[in-house]
């Protein structure tokens, strides 16, 4: 049982609240900025509303209900909004688990036409241009759209690391590149970037492609198959076909994952998953940071109670951003040392979301009842 949906401002050198926007709808909402950084848009996850909101003041500029052709609001669900690199906003949701279909949330007006794959939509990115929408389903069909027609432009082949069986891809935060456990794609040209080493074996536990802008990606793949054997840490430069960081974790380090990469590139931290110990009620993780030749920087724990941990660089460089059960963590990049943090008791905080400058993030608060 959830309640109290609100979105708020937070300082995240300090942990200090900024501004709080209450939002009185069902369901978690998607938030994007816009490029200049001056307006946030909020698209509500259940009405599917949009309000923008001026960052400085904290007051509702507009609010406008979604387009009247969207299907029925109990087949489908609002999944994200981002802003083209025309300044477009662009919301998308998915309706009867196969079909994807985006609306310009301010305006109200269906501005993309529905595109069906043929198994549940496993995840929708725009290219850099916002020409093109590129979406994965389960099945492993990666299909190229055109935005304004919703005609399916191509079918993506990629290279699978299982004989007989398709891989999806997950499109890079920049929209340049795709990358699967096997191979990157660049989305302008069709063609697939130099291919990773050949040595990588992946298992469930450890499967883990997160791609980075500029055509990186950090790769968890195992040193022999098996999930008891020790994880390797990639992070490889597709366009140029060369590894930047290379090196194999520590035996201790066994269930791992997300990653994130500094800013700099020097520093890549990473969550350890660490199974409850006999006659103790709750799992933890760790938050371990290593150098780019594998050499542990810091390490610092955490009671993750069970919970998935998300961790992401914040883009001023300076710190690493976790969100830990339901509190939002800020830890030094050179040291690990908590420098804000904020959330816990009562408030679930989910999604934290950075500003242009990396000073201010937004953060969705949900209050347990």
Excluded at 232 to 242: K, T
């Amino acid at each position: 049982d959830v309640g109290n949906k609100a979105v708020e401002l937070f300082d995240p050198r300090t942990g200090k609240r900024l501004r709080k926007i209450s939002i009185p709808d069902a369901g978690l909402p998607s938030l994007a900025f816009s490029p200049d950084g001056k307006t946030l848009l909020v698209v509500a996850g259940g009405s599917l509303k949009a309000t923008t909101w001026d960052v400085a003041t904290g007051a509702k500029l507009k609010e406008t209900d979604p387009p009247a052709d969207l299907p029925a609001r109990g087949r489908g669900h609002v999944r994200g909004v981002t802003y083209t690199s025309a300044g477009v906003p662009v919301a998308w949701g998915v309706w009867e688990r196969n079909v994807s279909l985006g609306w310009n949330p301010v305006t109200g007006t269906t501005g993309v036409p529905g595109f069906r794959h043929i198994d549940s939509i496993a995840g929708v990115a725009f290219t850099k241009d916002g020409r093109h929408l590129i979406g994965t389903d389960r099945a492993g069909e990666n299909i190229r759209w055109d935005v304004a027609t919703g005609k399916a432009l191509e079918r993506l082949p990629v290279e699978s690391d299982t004989p007989g069986m398709p891989r999806n891809v997950i499109v890079a935060p920049d929209g340049a590149y795709a990358f699967s456990t096997v191979v990157g794609v660049d989305m302008t040209t069709r063609k697939p970037l130099p291919k990773y080493p050949g040595d990588l074996y992946y298992t469930y536990s450890s499967h883990l492609v997160r791609p980075l802008d500029g055509g990186r990606v950090i790769l968890l793949p195992r040193t022999k198959f098996g999930s008891d054997t020790p994880v390797r840490c990639l992070v490889w430069d597709a366009r140029r076909g060369e590894a930047l960081i290379d090196f194999v974790l520590p035996a201790d380090f066994v269930n791992v994952g997300p990653a994130a990469l500094a800013v700099d590139g020097k520093t890549l931290a990473i969550v350890r998953h660490v199974p409850a110990r006999p006659g103790t009620a709750n799992p933890t993780c760790t938050i371990a940071a290593f150098d780019a030749r594998g050499k542990l920087v810091w390490e610092q724990p955490f009671d993750s109670s069970g919970a998935y941990t998300r961790l992401q660089a914040a883009p001023d460089g300076k710190s690493f951003v976790a969100e830990i059960r339901n509190r939002i963590e800020i830890l030094a990049t050179d040291s690990g040392r908590s420098i804000g943090g904020f959330g816990g008791g009562d408030l679930w905080l989910r999604s934290p979301l950075f500003m242009p400058d990396g000073k201010r993030c937004i953060v969705s608060v949900v209050a347990e009842q």
